[in-house]
């Protein structure tokens, strides 16, 4: 593992020291990948919509026509999110000092907007459909819902491999199940509408599969808006790191504690660190400490530590009252007061 690391000579006002994990070489392997899967997926899908909304079209399906509308939000999605990969490969410059990590939350979230949309209008359509009969080939419905439901496993199955690591990956694999558990509910409603005659399954299937649509985004609103409002990553435990840090000897009390999510994969925390006076001059060893655990323990990418000596004047932010804030993790916070 490679890191890189800034040190400050000791002072009066503490000891400060920020270390950033170099994690362009997996991201760059992650997100070209996973472009090249995109890309594979992205000409599938298309192929896919094409065939299945004139199969639509033809036998008067608006099941069909909405699953079509569904894959093709999911084509867009897909294409935004091979574009989100290829921007997050530029290097960090003076402008964007934590590099392009948030363009893959920001398509995951177009994503997300533009699956809502596709709902509603499916639920709109489906409305009208139930108050307003249409006749409904159900042979055609059928074939091309059995044909989704493979092709949209196929590219689940292609997608997986890079799920695990990026959000937008994990949504456009999420898109793909969903889809093919729409072509589930298609099949079915071509089996009653061939069986019993009648087409009402059929805009009922549409409003089931735009439920489906809004569910399946939801985990993608709330990760996205998560991390834009910059929340503690999933999995760190506020109060752990807090035992972690205090578990070091010399250490007397951690606060203005900050964990956040930078961009898939990339997490970051900051925090001030107070010591005993007594250990002053082993200030340098307890901050590595600090940086090494919190690393460890919970993977964080980027760390900025301050250490601050118990007795000493208290840095310009606690002066000022942004630790004493909503801003400051810490039940000691009261002795900066």
Not at 68 to 79: C, S, T
Not at 156 to 166: I, Q, T
Not at 172 to 198: F, N, S
Not at 283 to 299: A, M, P, T, W
């Amino acid at each position: 593992m490679h890191w890189g690391s800034e040190v400050a000579p000791p002072s009066t006002g503490g000891l400060h020291l920020e270390r950033r994990r170099k994690v362009s070489h997996d991201h760059s392997h992650v997100a070209a990948s996973g472009k090249k899967r995109l890309a594979v997926a992205v000409v599938l899908t298309l192929v896919f919509v094409i065939g299945e909304f004139l199969a639509g079209w033809r036998s008067h399906s608006l099941a069909l026509i909405s699953d079509a509308g569904h894959n093709f939000a999911d084509a867009i999605a897909l294409i935004l999110s091979w574009y989100a990969l290829s921007v997050t490969l530029r290097a960090h410059d003076s402008s964007k000092t934590f590099g392009y990590h948030r363009a893959g939350t920001l398509a995951a979230l177009a994503n997300a907007l533009s699956l809502a949309v596709i709902a509603l209008i499916i639920v709109w359509e489906a409305i009208h459909r139930i108050l307003v009969p249409e006749r409904v080939s159900a042979g055609p419905m059928v074939v091309v819902a059995l044909v989704a439901i493979v092709v949209n496993l196929v590219i689940s199955f292609w997608l997986h491999g890079g799920a695990k690591h990026d959000l937008n990956m994990r949504s456009a694999y999420l898109h793909m199940m969903g889809d093919a558990l729409a072509g589930v509910g298609v099949v079915i409603a071509g089996a009653i509408v061939w069986l019993t005659g009648t087409s009402i399954a059929d805009p009922i299937v549409s409003l089931i599969i735009g439920g489906l649509i809004l569910y399946s985004s939801r985990g993608i609103w709330v990760e996205a808006v998560a991390t834009l409002m910059e929340a503690t990553p999933p999995g760190v435990d506020v109060s752990r790191v807090q035992q972690t840090v205090r578990s070091i000897q010399g250490v007397k009390d951690i606060h203005c504690l900050h964990t956040w999510v930078v961009g898939s994969g990339v997490t970051a925390c900051s925090c001030h660190v107070t010591i005993e006076p007594e250990y002053e001059v082993s200030s340098q060893e307890i901050l590595r400490q600090v940086v090494d655990k919190l690393e460890d323990r919970f993977d964080f990418a980027h760390t900025t530590i301050q250490i601050e000596v118990d007795g000493f004047a208290p840095s310009v932010a606690c002066e000022k009252g942004v630790c004493r804030g909503s801003a400051c993790l810490s039940s000691a916070a009261h002795e900066h007061a």
